[in-house]
């Protein structure tokens, strides 16, 4: 099951020099240099060597006022996933590395093994991460019983996007239109559409999924149940922490029956287990499915390097409103960001204790919240990839060209520099704060239904402006870092990799039939007794009173309204 609690498994050993800040002698002068290492992953390809690099490192150079000496050990972000916990294990971190678990990063704070920053920030030694954690309620997001052990991703959402998501909703609008299929505004018009493309297409399975197996925060069942306001798992519903399988009046429940009734009549696609993202293209455009519930709004513009509506295809996939619930209600968003400055809480750039020179290594990182490594990492450089219009960057018409199918960051200017976090090479240490305007512009305009009619618009812009708002907001999404001990952080964590392993196995087993639903009282049963669910639940919901009392946390101060 997904968790912001789970811990990755696999194995690494990792370089871990010590930072160190020498006095080199030259025939003229003498300078500084601050050698580190740095443990991240890369995406497509690495940064290193690239223009907007080698500005990242001279403004940096200036700014801390010595030479930087980096060593850089950087895996494939597949590989960099799968190796946190025994990385951590092992005890040798590097300098600054990147890590991707909010329990994993309080752990290894609570046992000395990174750096505590509140003392730097009570300080003022980081201004400009200081701004952003004064939005919304941020600090609350990534403080742990008042340590802060990390600089955690940011991102920006202006008017367009505040409440937009890269995930999408998309139908094949051709198909519709022939036939005069109403385009679903409810999960009950998903199934009622389902058996109309069912007879139409005998050998379709009208619903499709575009990411492999249950449990991920981009699966099927969890787009679902997300709409329909719960989740398999311990989360937070806006007032407190509870169980979805036994809290949220078999909302849970109905959304697994559901998938069960959509597979048992031949309405889901079976590959939705197995599906792989090289598959998903060509299936898509063969007529194999026609309702995409958890599709990526940058597949739909070939034009900008997405994979449907290309070559010789000649159907039309858009995306469409997210549907309303199985009860009538506005869905939660997969994946929905709020408005304004805020910290994904999920993964930051941490200090070791070890390093030396911490208090540089500070200041390096909190540039990198400043106005100006932010418009760097996302904009590129003034004049060559962006220019302002009315005082905000817009890049230039020459960047956003792009031959057919080609991506943006496969234009040879923008690999050479390169330019934005949408794209798979990304300068700097990470995570550098994200701009979803700046992303927006990137991905170009998809076809969207709206209004009853096709139109092109951004990704970010369309899923925001078809959101209700907060009604729209997995409150999830936005949960606090509670103040649990380092004893219930490590038990927790524990029981959940227990309880997302039982669960998948058994959800699986629901949705395929193989199963009884007779049985779910005794899955639920177990799943609690696994999970320690009830003394979970407990903790979390103690600590989060704490937050709302004595530091005045409130879930709408936390998302922006």
Known sequence: MRSKRLLASAAISLLATSAMLSTTASASSNSKTLSFTVYQPYFTKSPLGTAAQKVWTQDMEKYLGVKLNITWDQLPFSTFLGKESTYLASGNLADVSLLTSQQDINTAGNEGAI?????????????????????????????????????????????????????????????????????????????????????????????????????????????????????????????????????????????????????????????????????????????????????????????????????????QWVAIPVPKNLYGQVSWHNASDGPGYQMDPRWGSVISSKANNIPLLVKLLDYQYSPQIFNLYNYGIQGKTFQLVNGKPQFLPSILKTKNHEPPIDKPLLQKLPVGAGSGIRIGIQWIPENRDAENQMFGLMPVYLHGKITWDGMWSFTSQTSDGLKSVDPNNFAPSLPLSAQQQTQIANDTTALSTYMNEQLAKFILGQESFSQWPQFVKQAESIGNVQQVVSWDNAALKTLETQNHWSYRASVGK
Do not use: C
């Open 115 to 315: 750096v505590n920053l509140m003392p730097y920030l009570k300080k003022g030694d980081m201004p400009y991460y200081a701004k952003w954690l004064k939005q919304n309620d941020n600090l609350a997001k990534v403080e742990s019983n008042g340590h802060l052990y990390y600089f955690s991703n940011g991102l920006y959402n202006g008017p367009s996007t505040q409440f937009g998501t890269q995930e999408t909703w998309m139908v094949r609008y051709d198909i519709f239109q022939k036939y005069h299929i109403p385009i679903p505004q409810s999960l009950n018009q998903v199934y009622t559409d389902a058996l109309r493309l069912k007879k139409l297409f005998p050998k379709s399975y009208p619903v499709g999924s575009q990411w492999a197996g249950t449990g991920g925060v981009i699966n099927i069942d969890t787009v679902f149940a997300h709409m329909n306001h719960t989740e398999g798992d311990v989360y937070f519903n806006g007032l407190k922490y509870v169980f979805g399988p036994s809290a949220d009046y078999g909302r849970y429940k109905a959304t697994i029956e559901f998938l069960h009734k959509l597979y048992a009549q031949k309405l889901l696609d079976p590959n939705f287990l197995t599906i792989s993202s090289s598959q998903f293209p060509s299936l898509a455009d063969s007529g194999e499915f026609f309702m995409v519930p958890n599709g990526f709004g940058e597949d739909l513009n070939p034009s900008q390097g997405g994979s449907l509506n290309t070559g010789s295809f000649k159907g």
